[in-house]
């Protein structure tokens, strides 16, 4: 209560482009977000246990909104789920949307209980990303306690589909649909630790199905297999080509098919991951991948040519993530380190990932993603853990200067 009472106290005038955290309110904020530490970790735990299982975070979804209500902003969910509650700028500044994501790994049915042992926390998600949602919901705040006031606006938003086959679509939505309206930044806050990520691994991912009409393995021997075209696909592209500078990998990680060890198949599977933080590096990779499928195919057809029998390859995209980069001089990046340096935080490394920042760096947008503090290891397991240790507050303080600096002027 003496905290709400300061607050009220202070006036509410944005702070400067150059601003350090001794401006009264920005000193307020970054001091309740240490003193309510524990409110945060509570934000963190009961969120981790309403399961948002891909493309079923609308429990979540709804339960967040709630909460930035609860804390004075007005909360909509739009057409694809994104939670979205904005707090408005005296004008002139960029606005920044300062984004976590709703979704986990896990599938339906996952118990998503958190265990306490000590100050460490166990759980599926409960670093990745639950600890990004506390850390909104803490800034948002401790912002709104401290009068913290910004010449941009400030949206937070909870997305949706960041996973896997998710394949950024909440994000992809805020900036194709616009329903966060216009975006001068962004940030993601993504992880435990206080690392960043700078530069977007673009991925490309396939599903490719190999057909024909199957038959006998004795009695039709002589016909194109489906399963021995796959191989041949796959042995293709295990043989790939590609630089170690910039990064580009490939993976086959799922083959599927077959009904009996005696028969031919009638279909063979497999999924494919391409990625590089080079756009031009994932498009030779790309279309190395696809001349690997189709000469497969022609190699099997030749293996029998006395068959006329058919065999085809579909392949069906599951995802695509843009690539993307900014160099280390980059103002946002600037902006990181020197927030992080006001709070006596080494200077974080810049690195690649991917994460909901590929889709405004691949825009040409200033994005960033975050991580929010604390240690932790096993992300996308269940034996996942998060421990808050004695600085784990440097996490929400990080991201909210951060926040300040941004809206402070374009």
């Known amino acids: 209560m003496r905290a709400i009472a300061l607050a009220a106290a202070v006036m509410a005038t944005a702070p400067g482009a150059a601003a350090q955290s001794n401006h009264p309110a920005v000193a ?38 709630s909460r930035f209500e609860a804390l004075g902003y007005r909360a909509t969910i739009d057409a694809v789920g994104n939670v979205i509650a904005t707090r408005a700028g005296s004008g002139g500044g960029r606005r920044l949307v300062l984004a976590a994501h709703l979704d986990t790994v896990f599938p339906e049915g996952t118990d ?32 709104a306690l401290a009068r913290v006031a910004t010449a941009g606006d400030l949206v937070f938003v909870g997305n949706v589909g960041e996973e896997g086959l998710g394949n ?48 006998h393995s004795y009695g039709d ?60 590096a994932l498009a030779r990779v790309d279309s190395a991948f696809h001349r690997a499928v189709d000469r497969a195919v022609e190699a099997e057809r030749a293996r029998w040519p006395k068959s006329n029998i058919s065999l085809a390859a579909e392949i069906e995209v599951l995802g695509r993530r ?59 397991s269940l034996g996942e853990w998060y421990d808050d240790g004695d600085r784990g507050y440097l996490g929400p303080q990080w991201a909210l200067l951060l926040a300040v600096r941004i809206t402070a002027r374009r």
């Open 112 to 143: 998503v209980r958190v265990r306490r042992t000590g100050t460490k926390l166990a759980g599926p998600g409960i670093g990745d990303d639950c600890r990004g949602l506390a850390v909104l919901l803490a800034v948002a705040r401790a912002i």
């Open 322 to 380: 843009p690539a993307g980069s900014q160099p280390d001089s980059a103002w946002i990046v600037r902006e990181a380190v020197a927030a992080a340096a006001e709070l006596g935080i080494p200077a974080p490394k810049t690195g690649a990932g991917s994460t909901d920042a590929n889709v405004p760096i691949g825009l040409g947008i200033p994005a960033l993603a975050i991580d929010g503090g604390g240690t932790g290891d096993g992300a996308h």
């Open 221 to 280: 021997f002589g016909m194109p297999n489906p399963m021995h075209a796959m191989g041949r696909a796959i042995a293709t592209i295990a043989d790939l080509d590609v630089p170690e500078a910039p990064r580009t990998i490939f993976n086959v990680g799922v083959v599927a098919g077959g009904t009996s060890v005696n028969s031919i198949t009638g279909s063979a599977t497999m999924q494919v991951d391409l990625r590089s933080e080079s756009a031009a």
């Open 168 to 215: 950024l679509r909440g994000t992809k939505h805020l900036f194709e649909a616009k329903s966060a309206g216009p975006i001068d930044a962004f940030i993601s806050v993504d992880g435990i630790g206080l690392g960043m990520v700078s530069r977007a691994v673009g991925s490309n991912r396939y599903r490719v199905t190999f057909r024909g009409p199957g038959g």
């Open 28 to 65: 307020l904020a970054l001091a309740t977000l240490q003193r309510d530490n524990a409110w945060t970790l509570e934000q963190q735990v009961s969120l981790c246990e309403i399961p948002a299982p891909p493309f079923q975070e609308q429990a979540r979804a709804a339960e967040y909104a």
